[in-house]
């Protein structure tokens, strides 16, 4: 049953005629392995081409009347977005992209949600509160269990899956540095017993089925990466003893993850999933205190500052090129960014939410975009 | 209660231990350890990180 959404979008991309059949990953295949990456890699592309034509010019707002102080979203299968606050309220916001309306849904007890994952396995967004993960079933739009942190803490940062869509990981954040790992399935979590080997902030899967994150406070290590297959913990090597350092980091087609700068960092750094290491891509760059970065449809990396520290910019950056623009932005303290079926990126704070329109967006790419809607829960 | 006790140079901040509090202590290049005090310790404000 969970699995007839993909039959339909895959049908509606061969009537498009783009692309051709076998390009993209078979997405009812539960289990992963680098073949469906791969394909993700040339599908993206063949769409998400810097130079397709695709601009993004000024940013919009879209609503000013979030519920709580919203922190975290994701994007769903359903073209919803859920966005959850830190604290202090048990109700979170559901902004539909296909009719521009909000809905809201109160769950059992508050949020504190600096993290949110959506997995297309399940149809469930998961979002952390206190020392709980609630789990919202993205069908109908109901909370229909909560799953306690096995770490026993408060606080606590959730991941995507690995090549096995069953699981999503987590950590315990600043105050428990260890792995632990969701079943999805019977919606139990247990810990991995695996150090981190220092505070983790924001993370990403790779194309390999590890999940990369970036170091925190605690941590001399620019990025923390799961090894979900064995299970262990590896580094990124090539960054440094550099703490307080990244914390936002994309997948490009190019097969590399590019990671903009936080906390005391300065530079741009790819990172080759091969052999887990890190070459700087740009040096000096002015803006310091990203928080997300999104892969746009024109191909370029779409990073946000987090900070009061930050710009009121979107620091844009072409890796092919390597140049590095900026559009202005209403805030500096974004945490999440998603791009929609329709190209548009979106992005919020507080009671905010924002958008950057795509125009010009050619046919193929917005049926891509319409299936990477799932896609998207692996390798944002 | 947990704390973050947060150090700069030759300040020292004692704060709860959330992650606003987390987000602004790297912001700002304070180095923190978590301690445990008691409930009733007054705390420095966030605004103190700031």
């Known amino acids: ?380 | 209660m947990q704390v973050f006790k947060l150090i700069k140079e030759d300040k020292v901040l004692y704060v709860d231990a959330t992650p606003k509090a987390y987000y602004a202590a790297l912001n700002n290049g304070w180095a923190y350890e978590i301690n445990e005090v008691a409930d009733d310790t007054i705390l420095n404000t966030l605004e103190d990180i700031n």
Not at chain 1, 137 to 150: A, E, F, H, K, R
Not at chain 1, 183 to 196: E, H, Q, R, Y
Not at chain 1, 237 to 259: C, E, K, V
Not at chain 1, 288 to 309: C, E, H, K, P, V
């Open chain 1, 1 to 380: 049953m969970i699995f007839q959404n993909f039959g339909f979008n895959r049908q509606l991309i061969k009537a498009a005629g783009a692309p051709a059949a076998g390009i993209f990953p078979d997405q009812s295949t539960k289990v992963w392995t680098s073949t469906e990456t791969d394909q993700w890699l040339t599908a993206a592309s063949n769409v998400f081409t810097i130079g397709n034509g695709v601009t993004y010019s000024s940013y919009s707002t879209v609503s000013t009347a979030l519920t709580g102080n919203t922190i975290a979203g994701v994007l769903a299968r359903n073209g919803k977005i859920y966005i959850a606050g830190d604290s202090g309220t048990s109700t979170i916001n559901i902004w539909n992209t296909n009719n521009n309306t909000n809905s809201t849904l109160s769950l059992s007890g508050n949020t504190q949600a600096y993290s949110m994952v959506y997995n297309d396995y399940t149809k469930c967004v998961y979002i952390p509160g206190n020392g709980i993960i609630y789990v919202v079933d993205t069908l109908t739009d109901t909370q229909v269990t909560t799953i306690s942190n096995p770490l026993g803490n408060s606080y606590f940062q959730l991941y995507s899956s690995g090549y096995d869509a069953q699981y999503i990981y987590g950590t315990g954040w600043f105050q428990n540095n260890t792995w632990f790992r969701v079943d999805c399935s019977n919606n139990t979590a247990a810990s991995l017993s695996i150090g981190t080997g220092g505070d983790t902030l924001n993370g990403v899967m790779g194309r390999n089925g590890k999940i990369y994150v970036g170091g925190g406070g605690g941590s001399t290590n620019g990025y923390h990466v799961l090894n979900t297959s064995v299970p262990q913990n590896e580094y990124v090597s090539g960054m440094g003893n550099i703490s307080d350092s990244y914390r936002a980091a994309a997948n490009h087609y190019n097969g590399y993850l590019y990671t903009m700068p936080a906390y005391g960092a300065s530079k741009i750094y790819l990172m080759d999933t091969s052999n887990n290491s890190a070459t700087e891509a740009r040096g000096a760059v002015t803006d310091n205190r990203i928080g997300t970065t999104i892969l746009g449809a024109d191909g370029q990396i779409y990073g946000f500052g987090n900070s009061a520290n930050a710009s009121n910019n979107a620091n844009v950056y072409d890796p092919v090129n390597d140049v590095l623009n900026y559009i202005t932005v209403p805030q500096r303290d974004f945490n999440w960014s998603v791009i929609d079926a329709n190209g548009h990126i979106y992005f919020g704070q507080g009671g905010n939410l924002y958008k950057l329109t795509a125009s010009n967006v050619p046919s193929a790419t917005l049926t891509a975009l319409a299936e990477m809607n799932g896609i998207i829960a692996r390798m944002r």
